[in-house]
T-cell receptor
Framework: KQEVTQIPAALSVPEGENLVLNCSFT??????LQWFRQDPGKGLTSLLL?????REQTSGRLNASLDKSSGRSTLYIAASQPGDSATYLC?????????FGRGTSLIVHP | EPEVTQTPSHQVTQMGQEVILRCVPI?????FYWYRQILGQKVEFLVS????????KSEIFDDQFSVERPDGSNFTLKIRSTKLEDSAMYFC????????????FGEGSRLTVL
């Protein structure tokens, strides 16, 4: 059974900082890993999808990396802004169903 | 941009009543999922659906729950005899055929059982 862990559980930073959110998984036999953003009481918005054959993906200020052999992914947020405040979730998919971590709750204060 | 739509956005029901949550997946997607998120907790898998049948289900998805694709576009989750602990946000998701497809989620249906 796949287990997904996200560290830290919560993060509070001043605006402008560069951030690293971590996601680790126990079974490296995956097809892809997807990072989501969730605002309070809202749905999940896809941020980045990394296929198992890829090392990283970038979208704007976001960069996600994947080290499948060590079971790790990181989401890098450059020059954080108050609008980045949300919960960030990673989901890992292999031959089993997509499995989520508990998320990292991020607050960026002005 | 195509999206997954869910209705209702919020439903309040009395304990013991039946609830149907509806989802319209993205039109060319073939895999459908229901997840739930109890307030403050992680997103939990309930069931996956492919080719008009359940492909996987979790231990949460017991006889109280059922899914259906009644008309080729809608995908429904029925919860019979609701309990207080069924109060949660229920998310529908879909993805296209293939192992590399991106998963798209709806905005969720918040269920409150009184």
């Amino acid at each position: 059974k796949q287990e997904v862990t996200q560290i830290p559980a919560a993060l509070s930073v001043p605006e402008g900082e560069n951030l690293v959110l971590n996601c680790s998984f126990t079974d490296s036999a995956i097809y892809n890993l997807q990072w989501f953003r969730q605002d309070p009481g809202k749905g999940l918005t896809s941020l980045l999808l990394i296929q198992s054959s890829q090392r990283e993906q970038t979208s704007g200020r976001l960069n996600a990396s994947l080290d499948k052999s060590s079971g790790r992914s990181t989401l890098y947020i450059a020059a954080s802004q108050p609008g980045d405040s949300a919960t960030y979730l990673c989901a890992v998919r292999g031959s089993y169903i997509p499995t989520f971590g508990r998320g990292t709750s991020l607050i960026v204060h002005p | 941009e195509p999206e997954v739509t869910q209705t209702p956005s919020h439903q309040v029901t009395q304990m013991g009543q039946e609830v149907i949550l509806r989802c319209v997946p993205i039109s060319n997607h073939l895999y459908f999922y229901w997840y739930r998120q109890i307030l403050g907790q992680k997103v939990e898998f309930l069931v996956s659906f492919y080719n008009n049948e359940i492909s996987e289900k979790s231990e949460i998805f017991d006889d109280q729950f059922s899914v259906e694709r009644p008309d080729g576009s809608n995908f429904t989750l029925k919860i019979r005899s609701t309990k207080l602990e069924d109060s949660a946000m229920y998310f529908c998701a879909s993805r296209p055929l293939g192992n590399t497809g991106e998963l798209f989620f709806g905005e969720g249906s918040r269920l409150t059982v009184l």
